[in-house]
């Protein structure tokens, strides 16, 4: 059973600070996992989805991996901003089906 | 386009009764699927389906059912609610499945008393 663990549950950085949010997961099958940010009383926006043949995905100052051998993906954030403090949540699909496993994310506060 | 459509956004329920929670979405996802969230246990996959006709069991089914007659609509009905249920529920959907992208609806706060 696919099991995905994010850790630390919370941080607060400086802004300007560059910083890595770290996701595990049990299943080493994995072949694809995603990274979501949630916004208090908001639904999940999709960030990332990096396919297990990409091992990299970019997008502006978010970049995330995906290492399948250690069960692990860090999304990196550069140069953090204010308006990034939001809770980050990774997922991964569960064994060879259509069930996505999400951890239970880490809240981010950026200090102005 | 609007994408996922949750209705309504909030719900507030006696013990024991029913009621169905409405997902649409207009982007011709073939997958969709329902969550809640619970302080401290993350987001939890309750039912999912990969088209119309076709619908499965996630992590937490029970008290819940699912129908999908159409691509664009997933219904959520909760048959005798229980305040066990009380819960932030999101429906998602994607193009084809788990390995695309996923969309979210905006949510339904559900309190069962």
């Known amino acids: 059973k696919q099991e995905v663990t994010q850790i630390p549950a919370a941080l607060s950085v400086p802004e300007g600070e560059n910083l890595v949010l770290n996701c595990s997961f049990t299943d080493s099958a994995i072949y694809n996992l995603q990274w979501f940010r949630q916004d208090p009383g908001k639904g999940l926006t999709s960030l990332l989805l990096i396919q297990s043949s990409q091992r990299e995905q970019t997008s502006g100052r978010l970049n995330a991996s995906l290492d399948k051998s250690s069960g692990r993906s860090t999304l990196y954030i550069a140069a953090s901003q204010p308006g990034d403090s939001a809770t980050y949540l990774c997922a991964g699909p569960q064994g060879g089906s259509e069930k996505l496993v999400f951890g239970k994310g880490t809240k981010l506060t950026v200090n102005p | 386009n609007a994408g996922v459509t949750q209705t309504p956004k909030f719900q507030v329920l006696k013990t024991g009764q029913s009621m169905t929670l409405q997902c649409a979405q207009d982007?011709?996802?073939?997958?969709m699927s329902w969550y809640r969230q619970d302080p401290g246990m993350g987001l939890r996959l309750i039912h999912y389906?990969?088209?119309?006709?076709?619908?499965d069991q996630g992590e937490v089914p029970n008290g819940y059912n699912v129908s999908r007659s159409t691509t664009e609509d997933f219904p959520l009905r909760l048959l005798s609610a229980a305040p066990s249920q009380t819960s932030v529920y999101f429906c998602a959907s994607s193009y084809s499945g788990t390995a695309e992208k996923l969309f979210f609806g905006s949510g339904t706060q559900l309190s069962v008393l």
């Open positions: 389906s990969v088209g119309a006709g076709i619908t």
């Open positions: 982007m011709n996802h073939e997958y």
